[in-house]
């Protein structure tokens, strides 16, 4: 389930509903789209490989988009992804030809199309890998983004020392629905704004515990905090907003979404 906002859903460069009323149909989609491609890859460890050598190389992977060659595998992972997802993209180009000179430096910001459809790809092949790993540690934290709080109400969230924690002063508020869904699950949720991952990486060692990150992000920064987590061994798993709609993309705060029901798929 997505959470009921009256307006269109639409993200500065994505929107995982598209024309429809939820985004059901994206995830499903990008499953059967992975599925088709494991065999060519011997298995979904060696594909998530690929992808990651090679999504950063933004020149290369313009190249391989045009190539259309049926010998590599990036190139049919781009051409095909693009008849598929495509859809889902609001207007990258418009959005990377009008950036700021300090806007052009942003990693994040600058992400182009070919990186969009690689990153959703490996999203779904790190939930994939690393779910059952996830779910058997024994300390779980998630870490939502503050832009998914209901914009109607003033936040009452308060930090415990790690992070933000919510207060659940909002019936209509993704936050709230999502922690409540992390506590019901024994994971400790906190809207993210000042945790050191690689802090609570190194206390939980130091503890002896096992440790498991969830994730709730527009998609370059959800990619990113997975693949930190990756570097240090901690088993992450996530799900992206529904649109990037936030500040730093739009100028300004607009209300948000992320689906509920992936959400519940990961945690069982």
């Known amino acids: 389930m997505n959470k009921i906002i009256s307006q269109v859903i639409e993200g500065k460069t994505y929107s995982l509903y ?40 933004k020149s290369q992977l313009k190249s391989e988009m045009k190539k259309v060659s049926p010998d590599s595998i990036v190139s049919k992972l781009l051409n095909e992804s693009e008849k598929r997802f495509s859809k889902y993209f609001t207007d990258i180009e418009f959005h ?3 950036l700021s000179l300090s806007e052009k430096c942003d990693p994040v910001l600058t992400t182009s199309r070919e990186q969009y459809l690689l990153y959703m790809i490996e999203i779904e092949l790190v939930n994939r890998l690393y ?28 930090s415990d020392g790690t992070d933000y924690v919510c207060k659940s002063c909002s019936k209509n508020c993704s936050i709230n629905s999502v922690s ?4 019901h699950r024994k994971i400790k949720a ?8 690689k802090k609570i990486f190194m ?18 920064e959800l990619v990113n905090g997975l693949r930190l987590c990756a570097k240090y061994d901690v088993p992450a798993i996530g799900v992206p907003l529904d649109a990037n709609r936030c500040v730093r ?17 990961l945690l069982n």
């Open 18 to 57: 598209s024309v429809n009323e939820n985004t059901d149909e994206y995830y499903s989609g990008l499953s059967d789209f992975v599925d088709s491609f494991i065999n060519q890859a011997d298995s979904e460890e060696h594909l998530l490989s690929i992808i990651r050598k090679i999504s950063n190389k």
């Open 96 to 98: 990377l030809n009008n």
């Open 131 to 158: 779910k059952a790993a996830f779910n058997s540690s024994e300390s779980k934290y998630a870490f939502l983004p503050h832009c998914l709080h209901d914009l109607d109400k003033d936040c009452l969230s308060a």
């Open 180 to 183: 409540k869904l992390m506590k």
């Open 190 to 197: 906190y809207i993210w704004r000042e945790a050191d991952l």
């Open 203 to 220: 206390l939980a060692r130091k503890s002896g515990q096992s440790i498991g990150v969830f994730g709730v992000a527009c998609i370059p």
């Open 249 to 265: 993309w739009m100028g300004d705060f607009y209300p948000n979404s992320v689906n509920e029901k992936k959400i519940l798929s």
